[in-house]
Nanobody, 113 residues
Framework: QVQLVESGGGLVQAGGSLRLSCASSGSAFRMGWYRQAPGKQRELVAH???????NVADSVKGRFTISRDNAKNMVYLQMNSLKPEDTAVYFC??????????WGQGTQVTVSS
């Protein structure tokens, strides 16, 4: 069982930056970030494999950067040039080698215009 704890959400003005962090209780093949806005489905923001391969959603490409620290079982999401449409609850995810997914409790990101 992997437990994930996110931190770093909050309220920011459009154009601002936030950095999300997620601590995992164990190692994972792939870690990432998803988000869910009110009335919408959860969507992938970005994920990164243990060897550093990344997949980033087109909607955030060039603005968000995902990174991880394997030694610390941490994953980060640097969010720059934030827009009101980035407002959502952001969930950390971890996928083990058996392709089982684990989720954090979520952290709210609100971008004001």
């Amino acid at each position: 069982q992997v437990q994930l704890v996110e931190s770093g959400g909050g309220l920011v003005q459009a154009g601002g930056s936030l950095r999300l962090s997620c601590a995992s209780s164990g190692s994972a093949f792939r870690m990432g970030w998803y988000r869910q806005a009110p009335g919408k489905q959860r969507e992938l923001v970005a994920h990164i494999t243990r060897d550093g391969s990344t997949n980033v959603a087109d909607s955030v490409k060039g603005r968000f950067t995902i990174s991880r620290d394997n030694a610390k079982n941490m994953v980060y999401l640097q969010m720059n040039s934030l827009k009101p449409e980035d407002t959502a609850v952001y969930f950390c995810s971890a996928e083990n080698w058996a392709r089982k997914m684990y989720w954090g409790q979520g952290t709210q990101v609100t971008v004001s215009s």
